[in-house]
């Protein structure tokens, strides 16, 4: 398989069962979760991913195992070992092993997890192509902004989407369209993008960050404001980003068919700009 695990301060590999069962990342969703891409070994974003698992942690009361530095080294160790060259790295913290009760006692070892996996990244036609999304009701918790391990109404959304033929679940809240189970989500409309302003509603995307600096250097607008689910229906074009599809087309919402069922302009120029981005970070 070619993958490497890092445990708690050592390598191994994926074939080793590692955690206890009283681990409270298995019992309770007691911890939070990051996923970064690398390209010919090298991290994309990195930092920006350890900065919002730090956020994370502390909202959440768990002592982060890394600084930005030893953070950065283990991951290059984590990669040196790994056997091939394009993947993502999964992160992993839990408040750690204990016996299993409501009240975590004070000064707990947390649970580091990191390891690596090949990922096949989205390629030019499907860029161009774009995917389908279905909206789903948002049950998620009211701290959507930590990247919490506990993932069942994201599931539950993204296995009701591929039921329907669809590749993503759009969120929405009484009327309010979120994000998607798995990604952020933009429209244009009359050569303006919007997007969820950052609160508790969305995870902070690291992509999400990026295209919005990217299009503010375009001098394209940008409108960071809670969409009404009717908004739906008057759009231009739509996209998601994540760091496994970095920007993608959306070309249908629920059967409806948004801007001819074609990539739209404003969402291949962005593309474009991230993919170049994305190109001079791994190469700086
Ligand atoms: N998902 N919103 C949600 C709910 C997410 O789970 C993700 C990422 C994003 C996009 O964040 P970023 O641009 O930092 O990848 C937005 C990851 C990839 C996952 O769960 O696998």
């Known amino acids: 398989m070619g993958d490497v695990l890092y445990f708690n301060g050592r390598f191994t590999t994926t074939a080793e069962r590692i955690v206890s069962v009283e681990d409270r990342g298995f019992q309770f969703g007691d911890g939070v979760y990051e996923v970064f891409k690398f390209v010919g070994k ?11 698992m730090d956020r994370g942690l502390r909202e959440i ?9 030893s953070f950065s080294q283990t991951m290059s160790k984590l990669l040196e070992r790994t056997s091939f060259a394009d ?20 000064g707990m070892q947390p649970t580091a997890v990191a390891y690596s996996r090949r990922f096949v ?37 993204k296995k009701k989407a591929q039921r329907a ?11 309010t369209v979120r994000e998607g189970a798995s990604a952020s989500f933009f429209v244009v409309r009359a050569g ?11 995870l902070p995307g690291v992509v999400r960050d990026r295209v919005i600096g990217l299009a503010i ?17 008057q759009l231009d074009e739509a996209f998601i980003t994540s760091t496994t599809m970095g920007v993608m087309p959306v070309t249908e919402i629920d059967d409806r068919v948004i801007g001819n069922s074609r990539r739209g302009e404003v969402t291949a120029e962005l593309q474009r700009l991230f993919d170049d981005l994305e190109s001079q970070e791994r190469s700086a």
């Open 42 to 52: 090298r991290p994309v974003f990195l930092l920006d991913h350890f900065r919002r």
């Open 61 to 69: 009361d768990i002592p982060n195992p890394w600084n930005e530095a």
């Open 87 to 106: 993947g993502v790295v999964y992160i992993q913290v839990t408040r750690g092993e204990g016996e299993r009760t409501h009240f975590y006692p004070d």
């Open 121 to 157: 990244f989205p390629d030019a036609s499907r860029k161009e192509r774009g995917i389908r999304l279905i909206t789903a009701p948002d049950l998620r918790w009211k701290q959507c902004q930590i990247k919490s391990i506990n993932l069942l109404p994201n599931a539950l959304a």
């Open 165 to 175: 033929g669809a590749d993503e679940a759009l969120l929405v809240e009484e009327g």
């Open 192 to 202: 303006k993008i919007i997007t969820h302003p950052l609160d508790e509603h969305i």
């Open 217 to 233: 250097s375009a001098k394209i607008r940008v409108d960071e404001r809670p969409l009404r689910e009717t908004e739906l229906f």
